[in-house]
């Protein structure tokens, strides 16, 4: 009997652990985001074009699926975007100038592949290194502000997202080696410092996608298993706290500032490094005075991911997913900005996780505690039955 009711405990300790953590919260947050946002679209879809709703609503849930390879290659920037937003928020700190970071990441990764000669195995590993340096330094320096000034991070990055870009956009076009000024955009880059396609036919997907997982797993290990991660989260709660006990505030924020841009950056060099789909080319960058909306994007992933490097990995697949398929409703009269609605409106809920989160959260757990409940109840019969028993 008395082991009987360890098991029970032991199962509803679990399950009450399960229920009431933050993952859970955040999971079923994003789930109600998710479904909600997706009937909002089909609203509008019914009311844009009656008949053709059904139709576009299917490319919008299932098209990703036959175009595989351009969802993971889609997914890989935003994924290191998200990331660099969502390892900042972490630590307190709001990286909007992700864009900025990934935009001097690509350039970095850019300068080395057109202006270095080196061997085809090494060339781009150097070029994929170098733009995460580019992104680290566009990070250090709004850093600098926030540790030693107390500037806001919000007004330095986003006012270096601009800076970036309009730096970038000048070192490319006075570039003869890189820009080609009747095409208006640089030239293809040399196949060494392409990095390697994964092999799906009409694809540009490469292994930037499987670096930027290993990465993604690596900050949940840093974060969640390491005294450093520790330390940089505790920074992030209260700065003042985490000073008097020890731990050096500024140069944390710093670091944080210095690593998200470094990641934003890895985000520039996976999505220029990576080759095209047509023989003998690669992708290129057009200067034209626009800030690089992966950069943006990537807050979006890191809202719907909940911060989380995990939750991240999956948001970056589901969003691009639905990219891939929004683009196809076309082919049933609808224009391809119906998904930058559905999507919109996904992150416009996820913001509200905790709302959301007490109304379907709360409702899943007490049915979990009704159903073990009436479990420990139905057990304990059993066991005063047979007690009985024995006592006849």
Avoid: C
């Avoid at 947050?29 to 946002?37: D, K």
């Amino acid at each position: 009997m008395q082991e009987n009711n360890n098991i029970n405990k032991k199962k509803k300790f679990n399950l009450g652990n399960i229920v009431h953590s933050s993952g859970f919260s955040s999971l079923t947050a994003a789930l109600m985001a998710i479904f909600l946002g997706l009937v909002f679209g089909f609203i509008i879809m019914l009311v844009a074009r009656p008949g053709s709703a059904v139709a576009g609503f299917r490319f919008i849930i299932l098209g990703g699926f036959n175009r595989l390879g351009d969802v993971f290659y889609f997914a890989t920037p935003i994924l290191m975007t998200g990331l660099a937003v969502g390892f900042a928020f972490r630590m307190g700190l709001f990286n909007i100038g992700a864009s900025g970071q990934y935009t001097m990441g690509m350039y970095f990764a850019l300068y080395v592949g057109f202006m270095f000669d080196l061997p085809a195995g090494i060339h781009w590993v150097v070029a994929i290194l170098a733009g995460m340096l580019g992104g680290m330094i566009w990070g250090f320096i709004p850093g600098i502000f926030k540790a030693y000034l107390n500037v806001n991070e919000v007004i330095t990055s986003i006012m270096f997202n601009y800076i970036g870009m309009f730096f970038v956009d000048m070192w490319v076009q006075n570039s003869s080696t890189m820009y080609v000024s009747n095409m208006a955009r640089t030239r293809y880059l040399p196949q060494s410092a392409q990095i390697p396609a994964l092999g799906i036919t009409g694809s540009n997907v490469n292994f930037g996608i499987v670096l930027a997982i290993i990465i993604g797993i690596i900050l949940y290990i840093v974060l969640e298993k390491t005294t450093f991660g520790y330390e940089l989260k505790a920074t992030g709660f209260n700065k003042h706290a985490s000073e008097y006990a020890g731990m050096r505030g500024k140069k944390n924020i710093i670091l944080t500032m210095v690593i998200a841009g470094g990641l934003a950056g890895l985000g520039g060099a996976f999505a220029i490094l990576a080759p095209s789909a047509i023989s003998g080319s690669s992708m290129t960058y057009e200067p034209i005075n626009i800030i690089a909306a992966n950069g943006f994007n990537g807050i979006a992933v890191a809202l719907l991911g909940s911060s989380h490097p995990l939750g991240i990995i999956l948001s970056s697949i589901f969003i691009s997913h639905i990219q891939r398929g929004g683009t196809l409703t076309s082919l049933v009269g609808f224009k391809p900005e119906i998904i930058d609605v559905v999507i919109a409106v996904i992150i416009y809920f996820s913001a509200f996780s905790m709302i959301m989160n007490s109304a379907l959260g709360r409702f899943i757990r007490r049915r979990l505690h009704h159903d073990v409940d009436e479990e420990v109840a139905e057990t304990a019969n059993v066991v005063t039955d047979h007690n009985n028993k024995e006592a006849e």
